[in-house]
């Protein structure tokens, strides 16, 4: 008999405002500028940043050639040999076939520790690394999942593999079978999700969340019994999907996992379900708006509405955002999912009310118990190291180039340094829809066109008006700013901030947003 097991779900409803911290930076006057110190945002690395030599990747997709990631399959092998890159060290043995060797791997699988005397089923995810340094690595290499973990005998003959293949990896539903039996497409911009955890599994069915446990022999899985969460289903077809789903996956009896897909089927071996590897989107790049947070004793709380808590994790390790009073910042750092915060946190010093200032303190306590991170879709996750949940948040969507006139606050001299704009001068930068760019150099107008590819920017040659300007600084500070747009190949928006960098992630200029 199929159990349903009901819970119930408070839902919070906050205001959708995000505050982001600025630097004010002064100005020193008509005749001077300060120059400041940028340092580009650095990409972690593999721990050990040692040339490849020849041997050192595997052959095919293991060294993708352009900037986008690919998901590869890994065998690793069952011992650690003594090699030398730039020093000795050890490394892994790995292939991409198994009829093939093993060869040497000299850099490191990110979220990924190897135990002698067992071998490996991975599945991989591997990125060019943008301007690696002379001796480092030019790939890396993160785990998706772990899909086999086999022990060896001490005649090195493989033994059995581990209840769990899946690892921890989100599954995206691909096609599933609806109430006719057909296979078909989920519904249009729907997510339907899986996650096989020790313990159980569980995900997003289409509106409602559901759970379950289950067991694994070989290529057999067994799921107990489904319950589900019973918000209702707004869309008719949502309805449908979802009510597809929970009973196909209460006919799955048996799985298969190859390249990056995971198909469930019945005992006859029709496939009912079918997925893809959900690669995590990178925390870092987006405001998150705060739904709740732990009080320090034994529940969670929801935000007040009037005074919203929010987070912005930068792609330098900065954490900042409001409490809902305050502004905050402080450091952060994550290996795979997990997440460390630093407790040395620095807040504005504005006067709260007594239900503000009881959040802040609330709040920012939290962050630093902090010890893992779980994304899915628009919805932020951090637990502390015993699971528990400390504070949940959801996506502010992100305004575009367009959204905002931008006012500069710092840009490249096309020398060494980055300056702050001289004060009482005012800069600008107004991205049109229609591919034009506009705005103040400070005493003139200008324009011109740029194109866009994802945070890929082209900012063509710009013209001016040719009104002389009263003081020489102003004028040298005019043809800088417009020939550090011109050098932009990448923009980023945290926030209401805009950084444009040049093509080795230099900063080419930086703004603050005005609503236009």
């Keep these: 008999m199929k159990m349903k097991v009901t819970t119930k779900l408070l839902f919070l409803s906050v205001g959708m405002l995000a505050l982001a911290l600025t630097a004010c930076t002064g100005g020193t006057g008509s005749t001077t500028t300060t120059p400041t110190t940028d340092t580009p945002a650095l990409e972690e690395a593999p721990a050990t940043a040692v040339s490849n030599p020849p041997d050192a990747t595997p052959s095919g997709d293991a060294s993708p050639s352009g900037d986008a990631s690919q998901i590869i399959t890994l065998l690793v092998g069952p011992t650690l040999v003594e090699c030398t890159g730039v020093t000795p060290q050890l490394c892994m043995q790995i292939k991409e076939n198994p009829t093939e060797e093993y060869q040497l791997f000299y850099d490191q699988i990110e979220g990924f520790t190897p135990e002698e005397g067992y071998t490996y089923e991975l599945m991989v995810e591997t990125d060019t690394i943008e301007n690696p340094p002379a001796d480092g690595p030019t790939i890396k290499y993160t785990l998706v999942a772990e899909v086999s973990k086999t022990p060896m005998t001490e005649t090195g003959m493989e033994t059995g593999t581990t209840a769990n293949p899946f690892g921890e990896t989100m599954w995206t539903l691909t096609s599933y079978t609806d109430s006719s039996g057909a296979m078909v497409s989920p519904v249009a911009n729907s997510e339907v999700t899986l996650q096989f955890q020790e313990g159980g599994l569980g995900g997003n069915a289409s509106c409602n969340r559901y759970f379950g446990s289950y067991t ?37 009896t048996h799985f298969r996992l190859e390249n990056g897909q995971l198909t469930l089927t019945n005992k006859e071996g029709k496939a009912l379900l079918t997925y893809a590897v959900q690669v995590s989107a990178s925390i870092a790049g987006t405001t998150w708006q705060g739904v709740g947070y732990h009080n320090g004793k034994d529940s969670i709380v929801p935000a007040l509405a009037d005074a919203p808590l929010t987070a912005v994790f930068g792609p330098d390790g900065s954490l900042s955002g409001a409490t809902g009073c305050n502004n905050y910042n402080t450091t952060y750092t994550v290996h795979g999912a997990a997440i460390t915060i630093s407790e040395q946190i620095a807040t504005t010093r504005r006067a709260c009310t007594p239900e503000q200032a009881a959040q802040e303190s609330t709040y920012l306590a939290v962050l630093p118990k902090a010890a893992s991170y779980h994304m899915e879709g628009d919805y932020l996750e951090l637990r502390d190291a015993a699971g528990a949940l400390l504070a949940n948040y959801t996506a502010v969507p992100q305004p575009g180039l367009s959204s905002f006139t931008w006012v500069a606050t710092a840009y490249h001299t096309g020398g060494q340094a980055v300056v702050s704009v001289i004060g009482g001068t005012r800069l600008t930068a107004v991205f049109n829809t229609d591919g034009s760019v506009t705005g103040s150099s400070g005493c003139n107008s200008y324009g011109g066109t740029y194109t866009t590819d994802g945070n890929n920017i082209t ?58």
Aim: hydrophobic letters at 45%.
């Design 216 to 252: 694994v022999d070989g290529s057999n899985i067994s799921m107990g019994p489904i319950g589900s969460t019973e918000m209702a289903c707004g869309p008719e077809a949502l309805a449908a999907q979802e009510s597809a789903y929970l009973a196909a996956l209460g006919m799955v």
């Design 459 to 516: 900012i063509g040659s710009l013209v001016s008006t040719l009104m002389a300007c009263a003081e020489a600084n102003v004028m040298q500070q005019e043809t800088a700013f417009l020939a550090a747009l011109e050098m932009a190949t990448t923009y980023q928006i945290a926030g209401d901030t805009l950084e444009l960098r040049t093509a080795d992630g230099s900063l080419a200029a930086s703004f603050t947003a005005e609503p236009q």
